[in-house]
């Protein structure tokens, strides 16, 4: 939500008898300065962003978010309404066996960890202590695979090389 077309448009919907309903997953109204998207969001304009955010929120027929925490961070703008972003347990019924995928990979002697995350996860790799415990597991390990999914290239510098996937 950062220009006139974005309200234009939802007045647009509202008025043929649409909600318009804005989905958050991020706290763009407090990210740190380590996220790519914090000199945007709050460095550029005095916080313009923010400020076209909250009136794109206040002119919306709800905000959807993952976590109730930033939910209640726009209470006092928008209706919230929670939508959790997991995967559901059904969803994974009836999956082929995990030994026939690994060899099917030629991955059939390792073990795999698996860890998901854009760039603005990268805090959550740095501080929560996973990435000193990773550089333990691979050590003592030496058959364990990492597969990644992200697309921040510096979570690689934090394990060896040769099993980052």
Avoid: T
């Amino acid at each position: 939500m950062v220009d006139q077309a974005v309200y234009d448009a939802m007045e647009y919907f509202q008025g043929m008898g649409k909600p318009v309903v804005v989905d958050l997953d991020d706290a763009y109204h407090i990210l740190p300065w380590s996220n790519p998207a914090h000199k945007f969001w709050l460095e550029m304009n005095d916080n313009k962003h923010v400020g076209i955010l909250e009136e794109g929120l206040r002119r919306s027929n709800g905000l959807l978010a993952p976590n109730r925490l930033l939910l209640s961070d726009w209470a006092h703008v928008a209706q919230g309404y929670y939508l959790p972003n997991f995967a559901e347990k059904k969803w994974w019924e009836n999956l082929p066996n995990r030994e026939e995928i690994k060899k099917e990979a030629g991955l059939e002697d390792k073990i795999i960890i698996g860890w998901g995350g854009s760039v603005s996860h990268y805090d959550s790799w740095w501080g929560s202590g996973i990435r000193e415990a990773a550089k333990r597991v691979c050590e003592r390990h030496p058959n364990v695979v990492w597969m990644i999914c992200g697309n921040d290239p510096r979570i690689y510098d934090q394990l060896p090389v040769s099993r980052a996937q």
